[in-house]
């Protein structure tokens, strides 16, 4: 009975005090559909007229308030990041791998010739378009992201190295 007691002791306290998937980014915190400023439901139906809302939230970074909604549009996931007035300031869209261009897959075998491309996102920040990928190398996912060349801008062997002797001094 103790071990039992002490059991459903240990998994309260670790509930609480794990981090919940809204402080997944910076601030973030889920809300409701109807606590969604009008001009940013407004930009987003008016933008994506056939996507579902599927989450929102409403997080703060650098003092500044944003709402994001993740969306759906047939095959495509997307999510957004809206100011309070309704302007797209981030827009994840998820990529159907088949479809990326030569330039992309070359670039990502080259980093990871025995990798296989799990996730592809286009990343458009303002006017910046950028490309992520989680690629699987063995048991371990990396991630790389490239321009729209498929130049790569971060990730990749380099990175994954420096990271790894980072953790290796930490663990000292």
């Keep these: 009975m103790k071990t039992l007691h002490l059991f459903f002791m240990v998994v309260c306290i670790a509930s609480v005090l ?95 010739p025995k990798g296989k491309i799990i996730k592809a996102e286009k990343v458009t920040s303002d006017t910046s378009v950028t490309y992520e990928f989680q690629v699987k190398v063995g048991k371990k996912i990396k991630g790389l992201l490239l321009d729209p060349s498929g130049k790569l801008l971060k990730g990749g062997k380099e990175d994954a190295e420096k990271e790894e002797k980072n953790e290796e001094k930490e663990d000292d």
């Design 18 to 112: 794990a981090p919940g998937r809204e402080s997944a980014r910076a601030g973030e915190k889920k809300i409701s559909k109807k606590q969604i400023p009008a001009a940013v439901l407004s930009a987003f139906q008016t933008a994506y007229p056939h996507a579902t809302i599927k989450g929102q939230s409403v997080e703060t970074e650098n003092g500044k308030k944003f709402f994001e909604i993740e969306s759906v549009d047939g095959k495509t996931k997307r999510d957004l990041l809206y100011t309070p007035d309704g302007k797209a300031v981030e827009v994840e869209e998820s990529l159907e791998i088949s479809t990326l261009p030569d330039e992309m897959k070359s670039a990502i075998s080259k980093e990871y």
